[in-house]
């Protein structure tokens, strides 16, 4: 384990001991550095995954031997090799010859005698026998060659290594273009394809559009058996002929396309978790009042205003399409009334032409009214408001209100705090991620979660006004005790202290070291309850202050006497020089938010649809989403564009994540534009190839903007 994730062993045990104690990967990674000597969250997430992997594997060692040893088949021999194996389909192949199995032919060959035959065939002797006995007995020598863990685990490396994927149209019907069409006539070795492209092709299996196989060399192979078991002669071939075709290539044909899909999924997932982190991780807005609009033609622009703490205020429809003049003066008015800091605009349908609209009402109002502060105008995205607005939290939320007026206030949430908002939708409906229907769900759900957990503890929580969905995301929290928090903060009130946590039913010792040091009391009376210092070390930064002559409050926050502190002075065999440099970070600014510096987009007033994009064109652009084979841009117009990997940079750039991240904002050129069916190409070089774009570049066909609240949608079959 110890090579596979480069860490020590003695890491891997501290790690294992406190996880075993019941602590969290965040609180293990912030609080327990010495132990463990100074892991990150994400070496702490791979230590945890195989720890439970090797207790799996074990967990199956035991079942395995107790079966072996019950058919009396167990070998001092067997068990060392069983023992000693750390790879569970190696420990399947091992179990192969002594799995219960359905009647074989090997096995009725057996029963009618014929296992001396097999046994003068498998030596190498003379034998004269009619066909149908030598077809029984290469039966029973056709199942020793399928059962060989050796032959088994070669036959898989051979379709691994060797094998070619290759697809086809299912039918000569479906020759027609669809989004699968370049994988008409297609093949690709299975060890390189690239998991985009296999996950690609694996769902146009799915829709049953292509017909794909995984062929191989099987002469070759059937060559590499009979020298892996050493033996040779005819009837010993057609043996080794029939094994391959009948036992082995089917089940290491699934093996291998099982094991490459679980590839390509993980590949995937982590697409979609990178993404999800920068969303969760976007800038805030922060403590300012936001009215917040959710766009619509038909059915009129809902909006609802909430005050700095996003509590809800008050709501109203506007017609700006069908009644402008009248629109313009409630707009006023309302913002007269209220004075929001900002006015979030849903990116949905009619967006842009409603932010355009509401642009130009503030120019108006302050023109005529000067004194009146202007709001700022932000486009912010719907993805997944629809799927909130619906849900069980939102109607305990607002159960008074409409599902479209909730819509509207978690667009203007989410401006004011992204992560406190997002962390209420289930990830998959946010919309970032690629091919997310079609991964194994458990994983992508895991994972998804994994990233939330990590994102809500890295910025920390603000106790008193934290939701239940925020809360329950905190180290040693969980849905119960953030029930149970929120109703005693509704029967007694704002806590005054993290101490007070102790007081809430149900929350004991443990919950309270693995969550204190995440969750902060603004304005509490010991100014460390505001910050990422942990309670247990509320003693020891008392000791500093008094050591310099000052208060605890004189302390905290002054940058220039936290300076001062020589943190050697203060190691113990419990706290080490990591665990104290975060102390003193966080006193030089107690709280601090990881977050980057909210800036809004800047779209350009004259680009809102997409027969406003030209070619040539240079555009500010948001990224939204980014892909193995791209990034997707929103530049303002509804329908987001593709920059294809080989226009991301002057650069060659093998991996779009390490160029671009969602929430970026770039400026791009515009390659081209299909109008018709909504794509649009993008490049962000400084010398774009516009000969490059065409299909490779423009949006796939049928691809929505990533903030659709249906999830990510595109299909990237035309891009590679």
Not at 77 to 93: M, N, P, R, S, V
Not at 648 to 670: E, Q
């Amino acid at each position: 384990m110890c090579t596979e994730i480069g860490v020590g062993a003695k890491q891997i045990a501290a790690v294992e001991k406190l996880l075993a104690d019941g602590c969290t990967v965040p609180f293990i990674a912030r609080y327990r550095k010495e132990a463990h000597g100074n892991l990150d969250e994400v070496q702490i997430g791979k230590v945890k995954e195989r720890l439970e992997y090797y207790n799996e594997l074990e967990d199956r060692k035991k079942t395995i031997l107790k079966s072996i040893a019950e058919q009396d088949k167990l070998t001092p021999e067997l068990e060392k090799a069983i023992a000693g194996c750390f790879q569970k389909t190696a420990l399947e192949d091992l179990y192969q010859p002594y799995k219960p199995k359905r009647r074989t032919r090997a096995q009725i060959a057996k029963e009618k005698g014929f296992e001396p035959l097999a046994d003068d065939i498998w030596e190498g002797r003379e034998v004269d026998a009619p066909e149908e006995d030598l077809q029984y007995a290469r039966d029973i020598i056709a199942e020793r060659i399928a059962d060989d863990a050796t032959v088994r685990g070669l036959v898989r490396r051979e379709f691994a290594t060797k094998g070619v994927v290759k697809s086809e149209a299912a039918s000569t019907s479906s020759q027609e273009p669809t989004k699968f069409e370049q994988y008409y006539d297609f093949s690709e070795p299975i060890a390189t394809i690239p998991s985009h492209r296999y996950l690609a092709i694996r769902r146009g299996q799915k829709e049953g559009v292509l017909w794909v196989k995984l062929e191989i060399d099987k002469a070759a192979v059937v060559d590499k058996i009979l020298d892996a078991i050493d033996r040779d002669g005819e009837q010993i071939r057609l043996a080794a002929e029939d094994a391959y075709k009948r036992l082995l290539a089917p089940s290491c044909e699934i093996d291998v396309t099982v094991d490459k899909k679980m590839e390509a999924d993980r590949a995937a997932v982590e697409v979609f978790a990178d993404n999800l982190r920068n969303l969760l991780l976007a800038s805030p807005l922060g403590e300012k009042s936001v009215l917040a609009i959710d766009p619509g033609i038909r059915t009129g622009c809902k909006v609802a205003m909430m005050d700095a703490t996003g509590k809800y205020l008050g709501k109203t429809v506007l017609y700006p399409q069908q009644n402008p003049a009248e629109t313009e003066k409630a707009l006023a008015m309302i913002v007269n009334k209220f004075r929001p800091d900002a006015i979030a605009v849903g990116n949905g349908t009619a967006g842009r032409e409603t932010e355009a609209f509401v642009r130009a009402t503030l120019k108006k109002l302050r023109a005529q009214h000067p004194e009146i502060p202007t709001p700022i105008v932000v486009s912010v995205s719907e993805a997944g408001a629809s799927v909130y607005s619906a849900s069980e939290i939102a109607r305990k939320e607002f159960p008074d209100l409409d599902l479209t007026v909730r819509g509207a206030i978690s667009i203007g949430r989410r401006l004011q705090d992204p992560l406190a908002e997002l962390v209420k939708i289930d990830p998959k409906a946010i919309g970032v991620g690629q091919y997310q229907h079609d991964v194994h769900q458990p994983l992508l759900g895991a994972k998804l979660d994994e990233v939330v957990v990590s994102c809500v503890n890295g910025v920390g929580v603000e106790l008193n006004t934290a939701s239940a969905p925020l809360l329950e995301r905190v180290s040693g929290v969980g849905p119960s005790l953030a029930k149970s928090i929120v109703e005693w903060r509704n029967e007694h009130g704002r806590f005054s202290s993290r101490s007070e946590l102790l007081e809430v039913k149900g929350l004991g010792a443990k919950a309270f070291e693995q969550c204190a040091g995440f969750l902060r009391i603004r304005g509490a009376a010991n100014p460390l309850d505001s910050s990422a210092v942990h309670p247990e070390r509320y003693g020891l930064v008392e000791k500093m202050a008094g050591d310099l002559g000052m208060t605890l409050r004189e302390l905290v926050g002054n940058q220039t006497a936290a300076k001062k502190i020589d943190v050697k002075k203060y190691i113990t065999p419990e706290v080490g020089e990591p665990t104290l440099k975060d102390i003193i970070a966080e006193l030089v600014k107690p709280g601090r938010d990881p977050r980057a510096v909210f800036e809004p987009p800047k779209f350009r007033d004259d680009v809102t649809k997409i027969e406003d994009v030209k070619e040539g064109q240079k555009l500010e652009g948001v990224v939204t989403n980014v892909t193995a084979f791209g990034a997707f841009v929103d530049i303002g117009v509804h329908q987001d564009g593709l920059v294809h990997v080989s226009e991301l940079s002057d650069n060659f750039v093998s991996d779009p994540k390490s160029v671009v991240k969602a929430g970026d904002r770039i400026t791009v050129t515009v390659l081209a534009v299909d109008r018709a069916r909504g794509r649009i190409s993008l490049s962000a070089r400084s010398k774009p190839n516009f000969a490059s774009s065409g299909q490779r570049g423009a949006a796939p066909r049928g691809a929505m903007r990533s903030g659709a609240s249906s999830g990510f949608s595109c299909n990237p079959f035309a891009n590679l």
